[in-house]
């Protein structure tokens, strides 16, 4: 058998191994953002909401939750944004994402906090913004009332708390969640919720919020990983 050419590596190299299986406007976007900045090969099977804003039947047989994001890599399928986020560093990072000491509490913490204590609020509100348009509409402005005001009585102060925490570390840390000169963990997995906070809670997102959502938006890595995933409804004008 001949021995393979340095060509051959070349192409085995560079032929993607990981996929990512993207619903529009989601938590997957963040998983491109990384893979770009990674310089990894991927491929992205896309996938559409249902009119109901909900994941398709089809990501049913990628992962039994039916939930984006989901990745393959080889025999790996692994779900769960900050799984996959962790995992991504841990197998392609290659120094790239690598964490300061002085940074390291900060990543641990914002890398959590993301998902954990952030996001379930702002799912709260989305929920109750959309269950009016779900009922009969004889009842509906009844019902957007009486959500409306348990949004301001449930989500509204704590959400305040939120956007307060994250403008005075955004002030002491100046560029990323970390500290450092580049994204780590803790910008992939905060990108995302802030873009979301900025939507649907736009009067709790200080200055320096809507300027982090714009300058990685701004990064080169982050358009790309727009242009392969497509249309996107977080975009800052």
């Known amino acids: 058998m001949d021995a393979p050419t340095p060509s051959d590596a070349v192409v085995a190299a560079s032929t993607p191994t990981v996929v990512v299986h ?4 989601s938590r997957s976007q963040r998983v491109l953002w990384l893979l770009e900045e990674l310089n990894v090969p991927y491929e992205v099977k896309k996938y559409k909401r249902t009119p109901q804003r909900l994941a398709p039947k089809e990501l049913l ?3 039994p939750l039916g939930k984006s ?8 399928t692994l779900a769960e944004s900050g799984a996959i986020v962790e995992y991504l560093i841990k197998k ?3 120094g790239k994402v690598d964490v300061s000491e002085s940074g390291w509490i900060d990543d641990l913490y914002f890398t959590h906090y993301s998902e954990g204590s952030v996001q379930p609020l702002l799912v709260r509100r989305l929920v109750f913004r959309l269950l009016p348009q779900r009922v009969p ?3 509906r402005p ?3 009332n009486v959500l409306t005001k348990a949004d301001s009585l449930m989500n509204g102060p704590d959400l ?8 005075k570390h955004l002030e002491k840390n100046k560029v990323w969640f970390a500290g450092g000169d580049n994204p780590t963990a803790s910008d992939y997995m905060m ?10 809670a736009p009067e709790v997102a200080g200055p320096k919020t809507i300027e982090y959502v714009r300058r990685m938006q701004a990064r080169p890595a982050y358009k790309r990983a727009l242009e392969k995933g497509g249309e996107y409804a977080y975009i800052l004008p």
């Open 61 to 63: 047989d990628v992962h």
């Open 69 to 76: 994001p989901v990745i393959t890599d080889g025999a790996v």
């Open 92 to 94: 392609y990072g290659a």
């Open 142 to 144: 009844i019902v957007k």
């Open 22 to 25: 993207h619903l529009e406007d």
């Open 191 to 200: 990108g995302f919720t802030l873009e979301i906070l900025v939507n649907r």
């Open 137 to 139: 509409a004889l009842i």
């Open 160 to 167: 305040r708390k939120h956007g307060d925490l994250i403008e």
